[in-house]
């Protein structure tokens, strides 16, 4: 079955440290951007980060730059998000997604892990 | 950075047309996509690249994309569409993605 589960959130203190992780099956993720999207509670999507087919590069979105980390292990068809000093406004449901090309549409969704920084 | 705008809300009767606006500039220049996104649940596509649909997207769902807005347009609305509708565009300019604020989009 063609699917993304994440998985890695909870509760964590502000300052505090948190790695997520997205597992993909029913397809190579190695042909694919994959990118991590996250909808603070009653509010909308906000793109965080994306990372080529083969790790080599990354983006982040201004909020999370110096703090969040993504990277891959292809070997495991897996995705991370590395997320350090973080905030209480980084509280949010983290989802990942793929993209065929980097600039395409998002044409999977996994289910999201919740996140929240709060002491 | 660019910005999308759109409304916060749309309402339509059921058997109506709901349409969804969303505003930038010269959007008309990049491809935009659109996500229905239904409480609880992950987003999900329902129009790529200003126009297309994917497998599954029933036909009552379209897009246009010209000048400085693109619409998603609903026809027939049924119960089932409402939901939260946001689009997107890739900003080269950042090497960002941009999303809409979202439109919840409620059968009368």
């Known amino acids: 079955e063609l699917q993304l589960v994440e998985s890695g959130g909870g509760l964590v203190q502000p300052g505090g440290s948190l790695r997520l992780s997205c597992e993909a099956s029913?397809?190579?993720?190695?042909?694919?951007?994959m990118q991590w999207v996250r909808q603070a509670p009653g509010k909308g999507l906000v793109w965080v980060s994306r990372?080529?087919?083969?790790?080599?590069?990354?983006n982040y979105a201004d909020p999370v730059k110096g703090r969040f980390t993504m990277s891959r292990d292809n070997a495991k068809n897996t995705v991370y998000l590395h997320m350090n000093s973080l905030r209480v406004e980084d509280t949010a449901m983290y989802y990942c997604?793929?993209?065929?090309?980097?600039?395409?549409?998002?044409?999977?969704w996994g289910l999201g892990t919740m996140v929240t920084v709060s002491s | 950075s660019y910005v999308l705008t759109q409304p916060p809300s749309v309402s339509e009767a059921p058997g109506g047309t709901a349409r969804i606006t969303c505003e930038g500039n010269?959007?008309?220049?990049?491809?935009v996509h659109w996500y229905q996104q239904k409480p609880g649940q992950a987003p999900v596509l329902v129009v790529s690249?200003?126009?297309d649909r994917p497998l599954g997207i029933p036909e009552r769902f379209s897009g246009t994309n010209s000048g400085n807005t693109a619409t998603l347009t609903i026809s027939r609305v049924e119960a089932g569409d409402e939901a939260d509708y946001y689009c997107?565009?890739?900003?080269?300019?950042?090497?960002?993605?941009?999303f809409g604020g979202g439109t919840k989009v409620t059968v009368l």
């Open positions: 029913g397809f190579t993720s190695n042909a694919y951007w």
């Open positions: 997604a793929r993209d065929l090309w980097g600039y395409d549409s998002f044409d999977m």
């Open positions: 990372i080529h087919n083969d790790g080599s590069s990354a």
């Open positions: 690249d200003d126009s």
């Open positions: 010269n959007i008309g220049g990049l491809g």
């Open positions: 997107q565009v890739w900003d080269s300019d950042s090497d960002h993605w941009v």
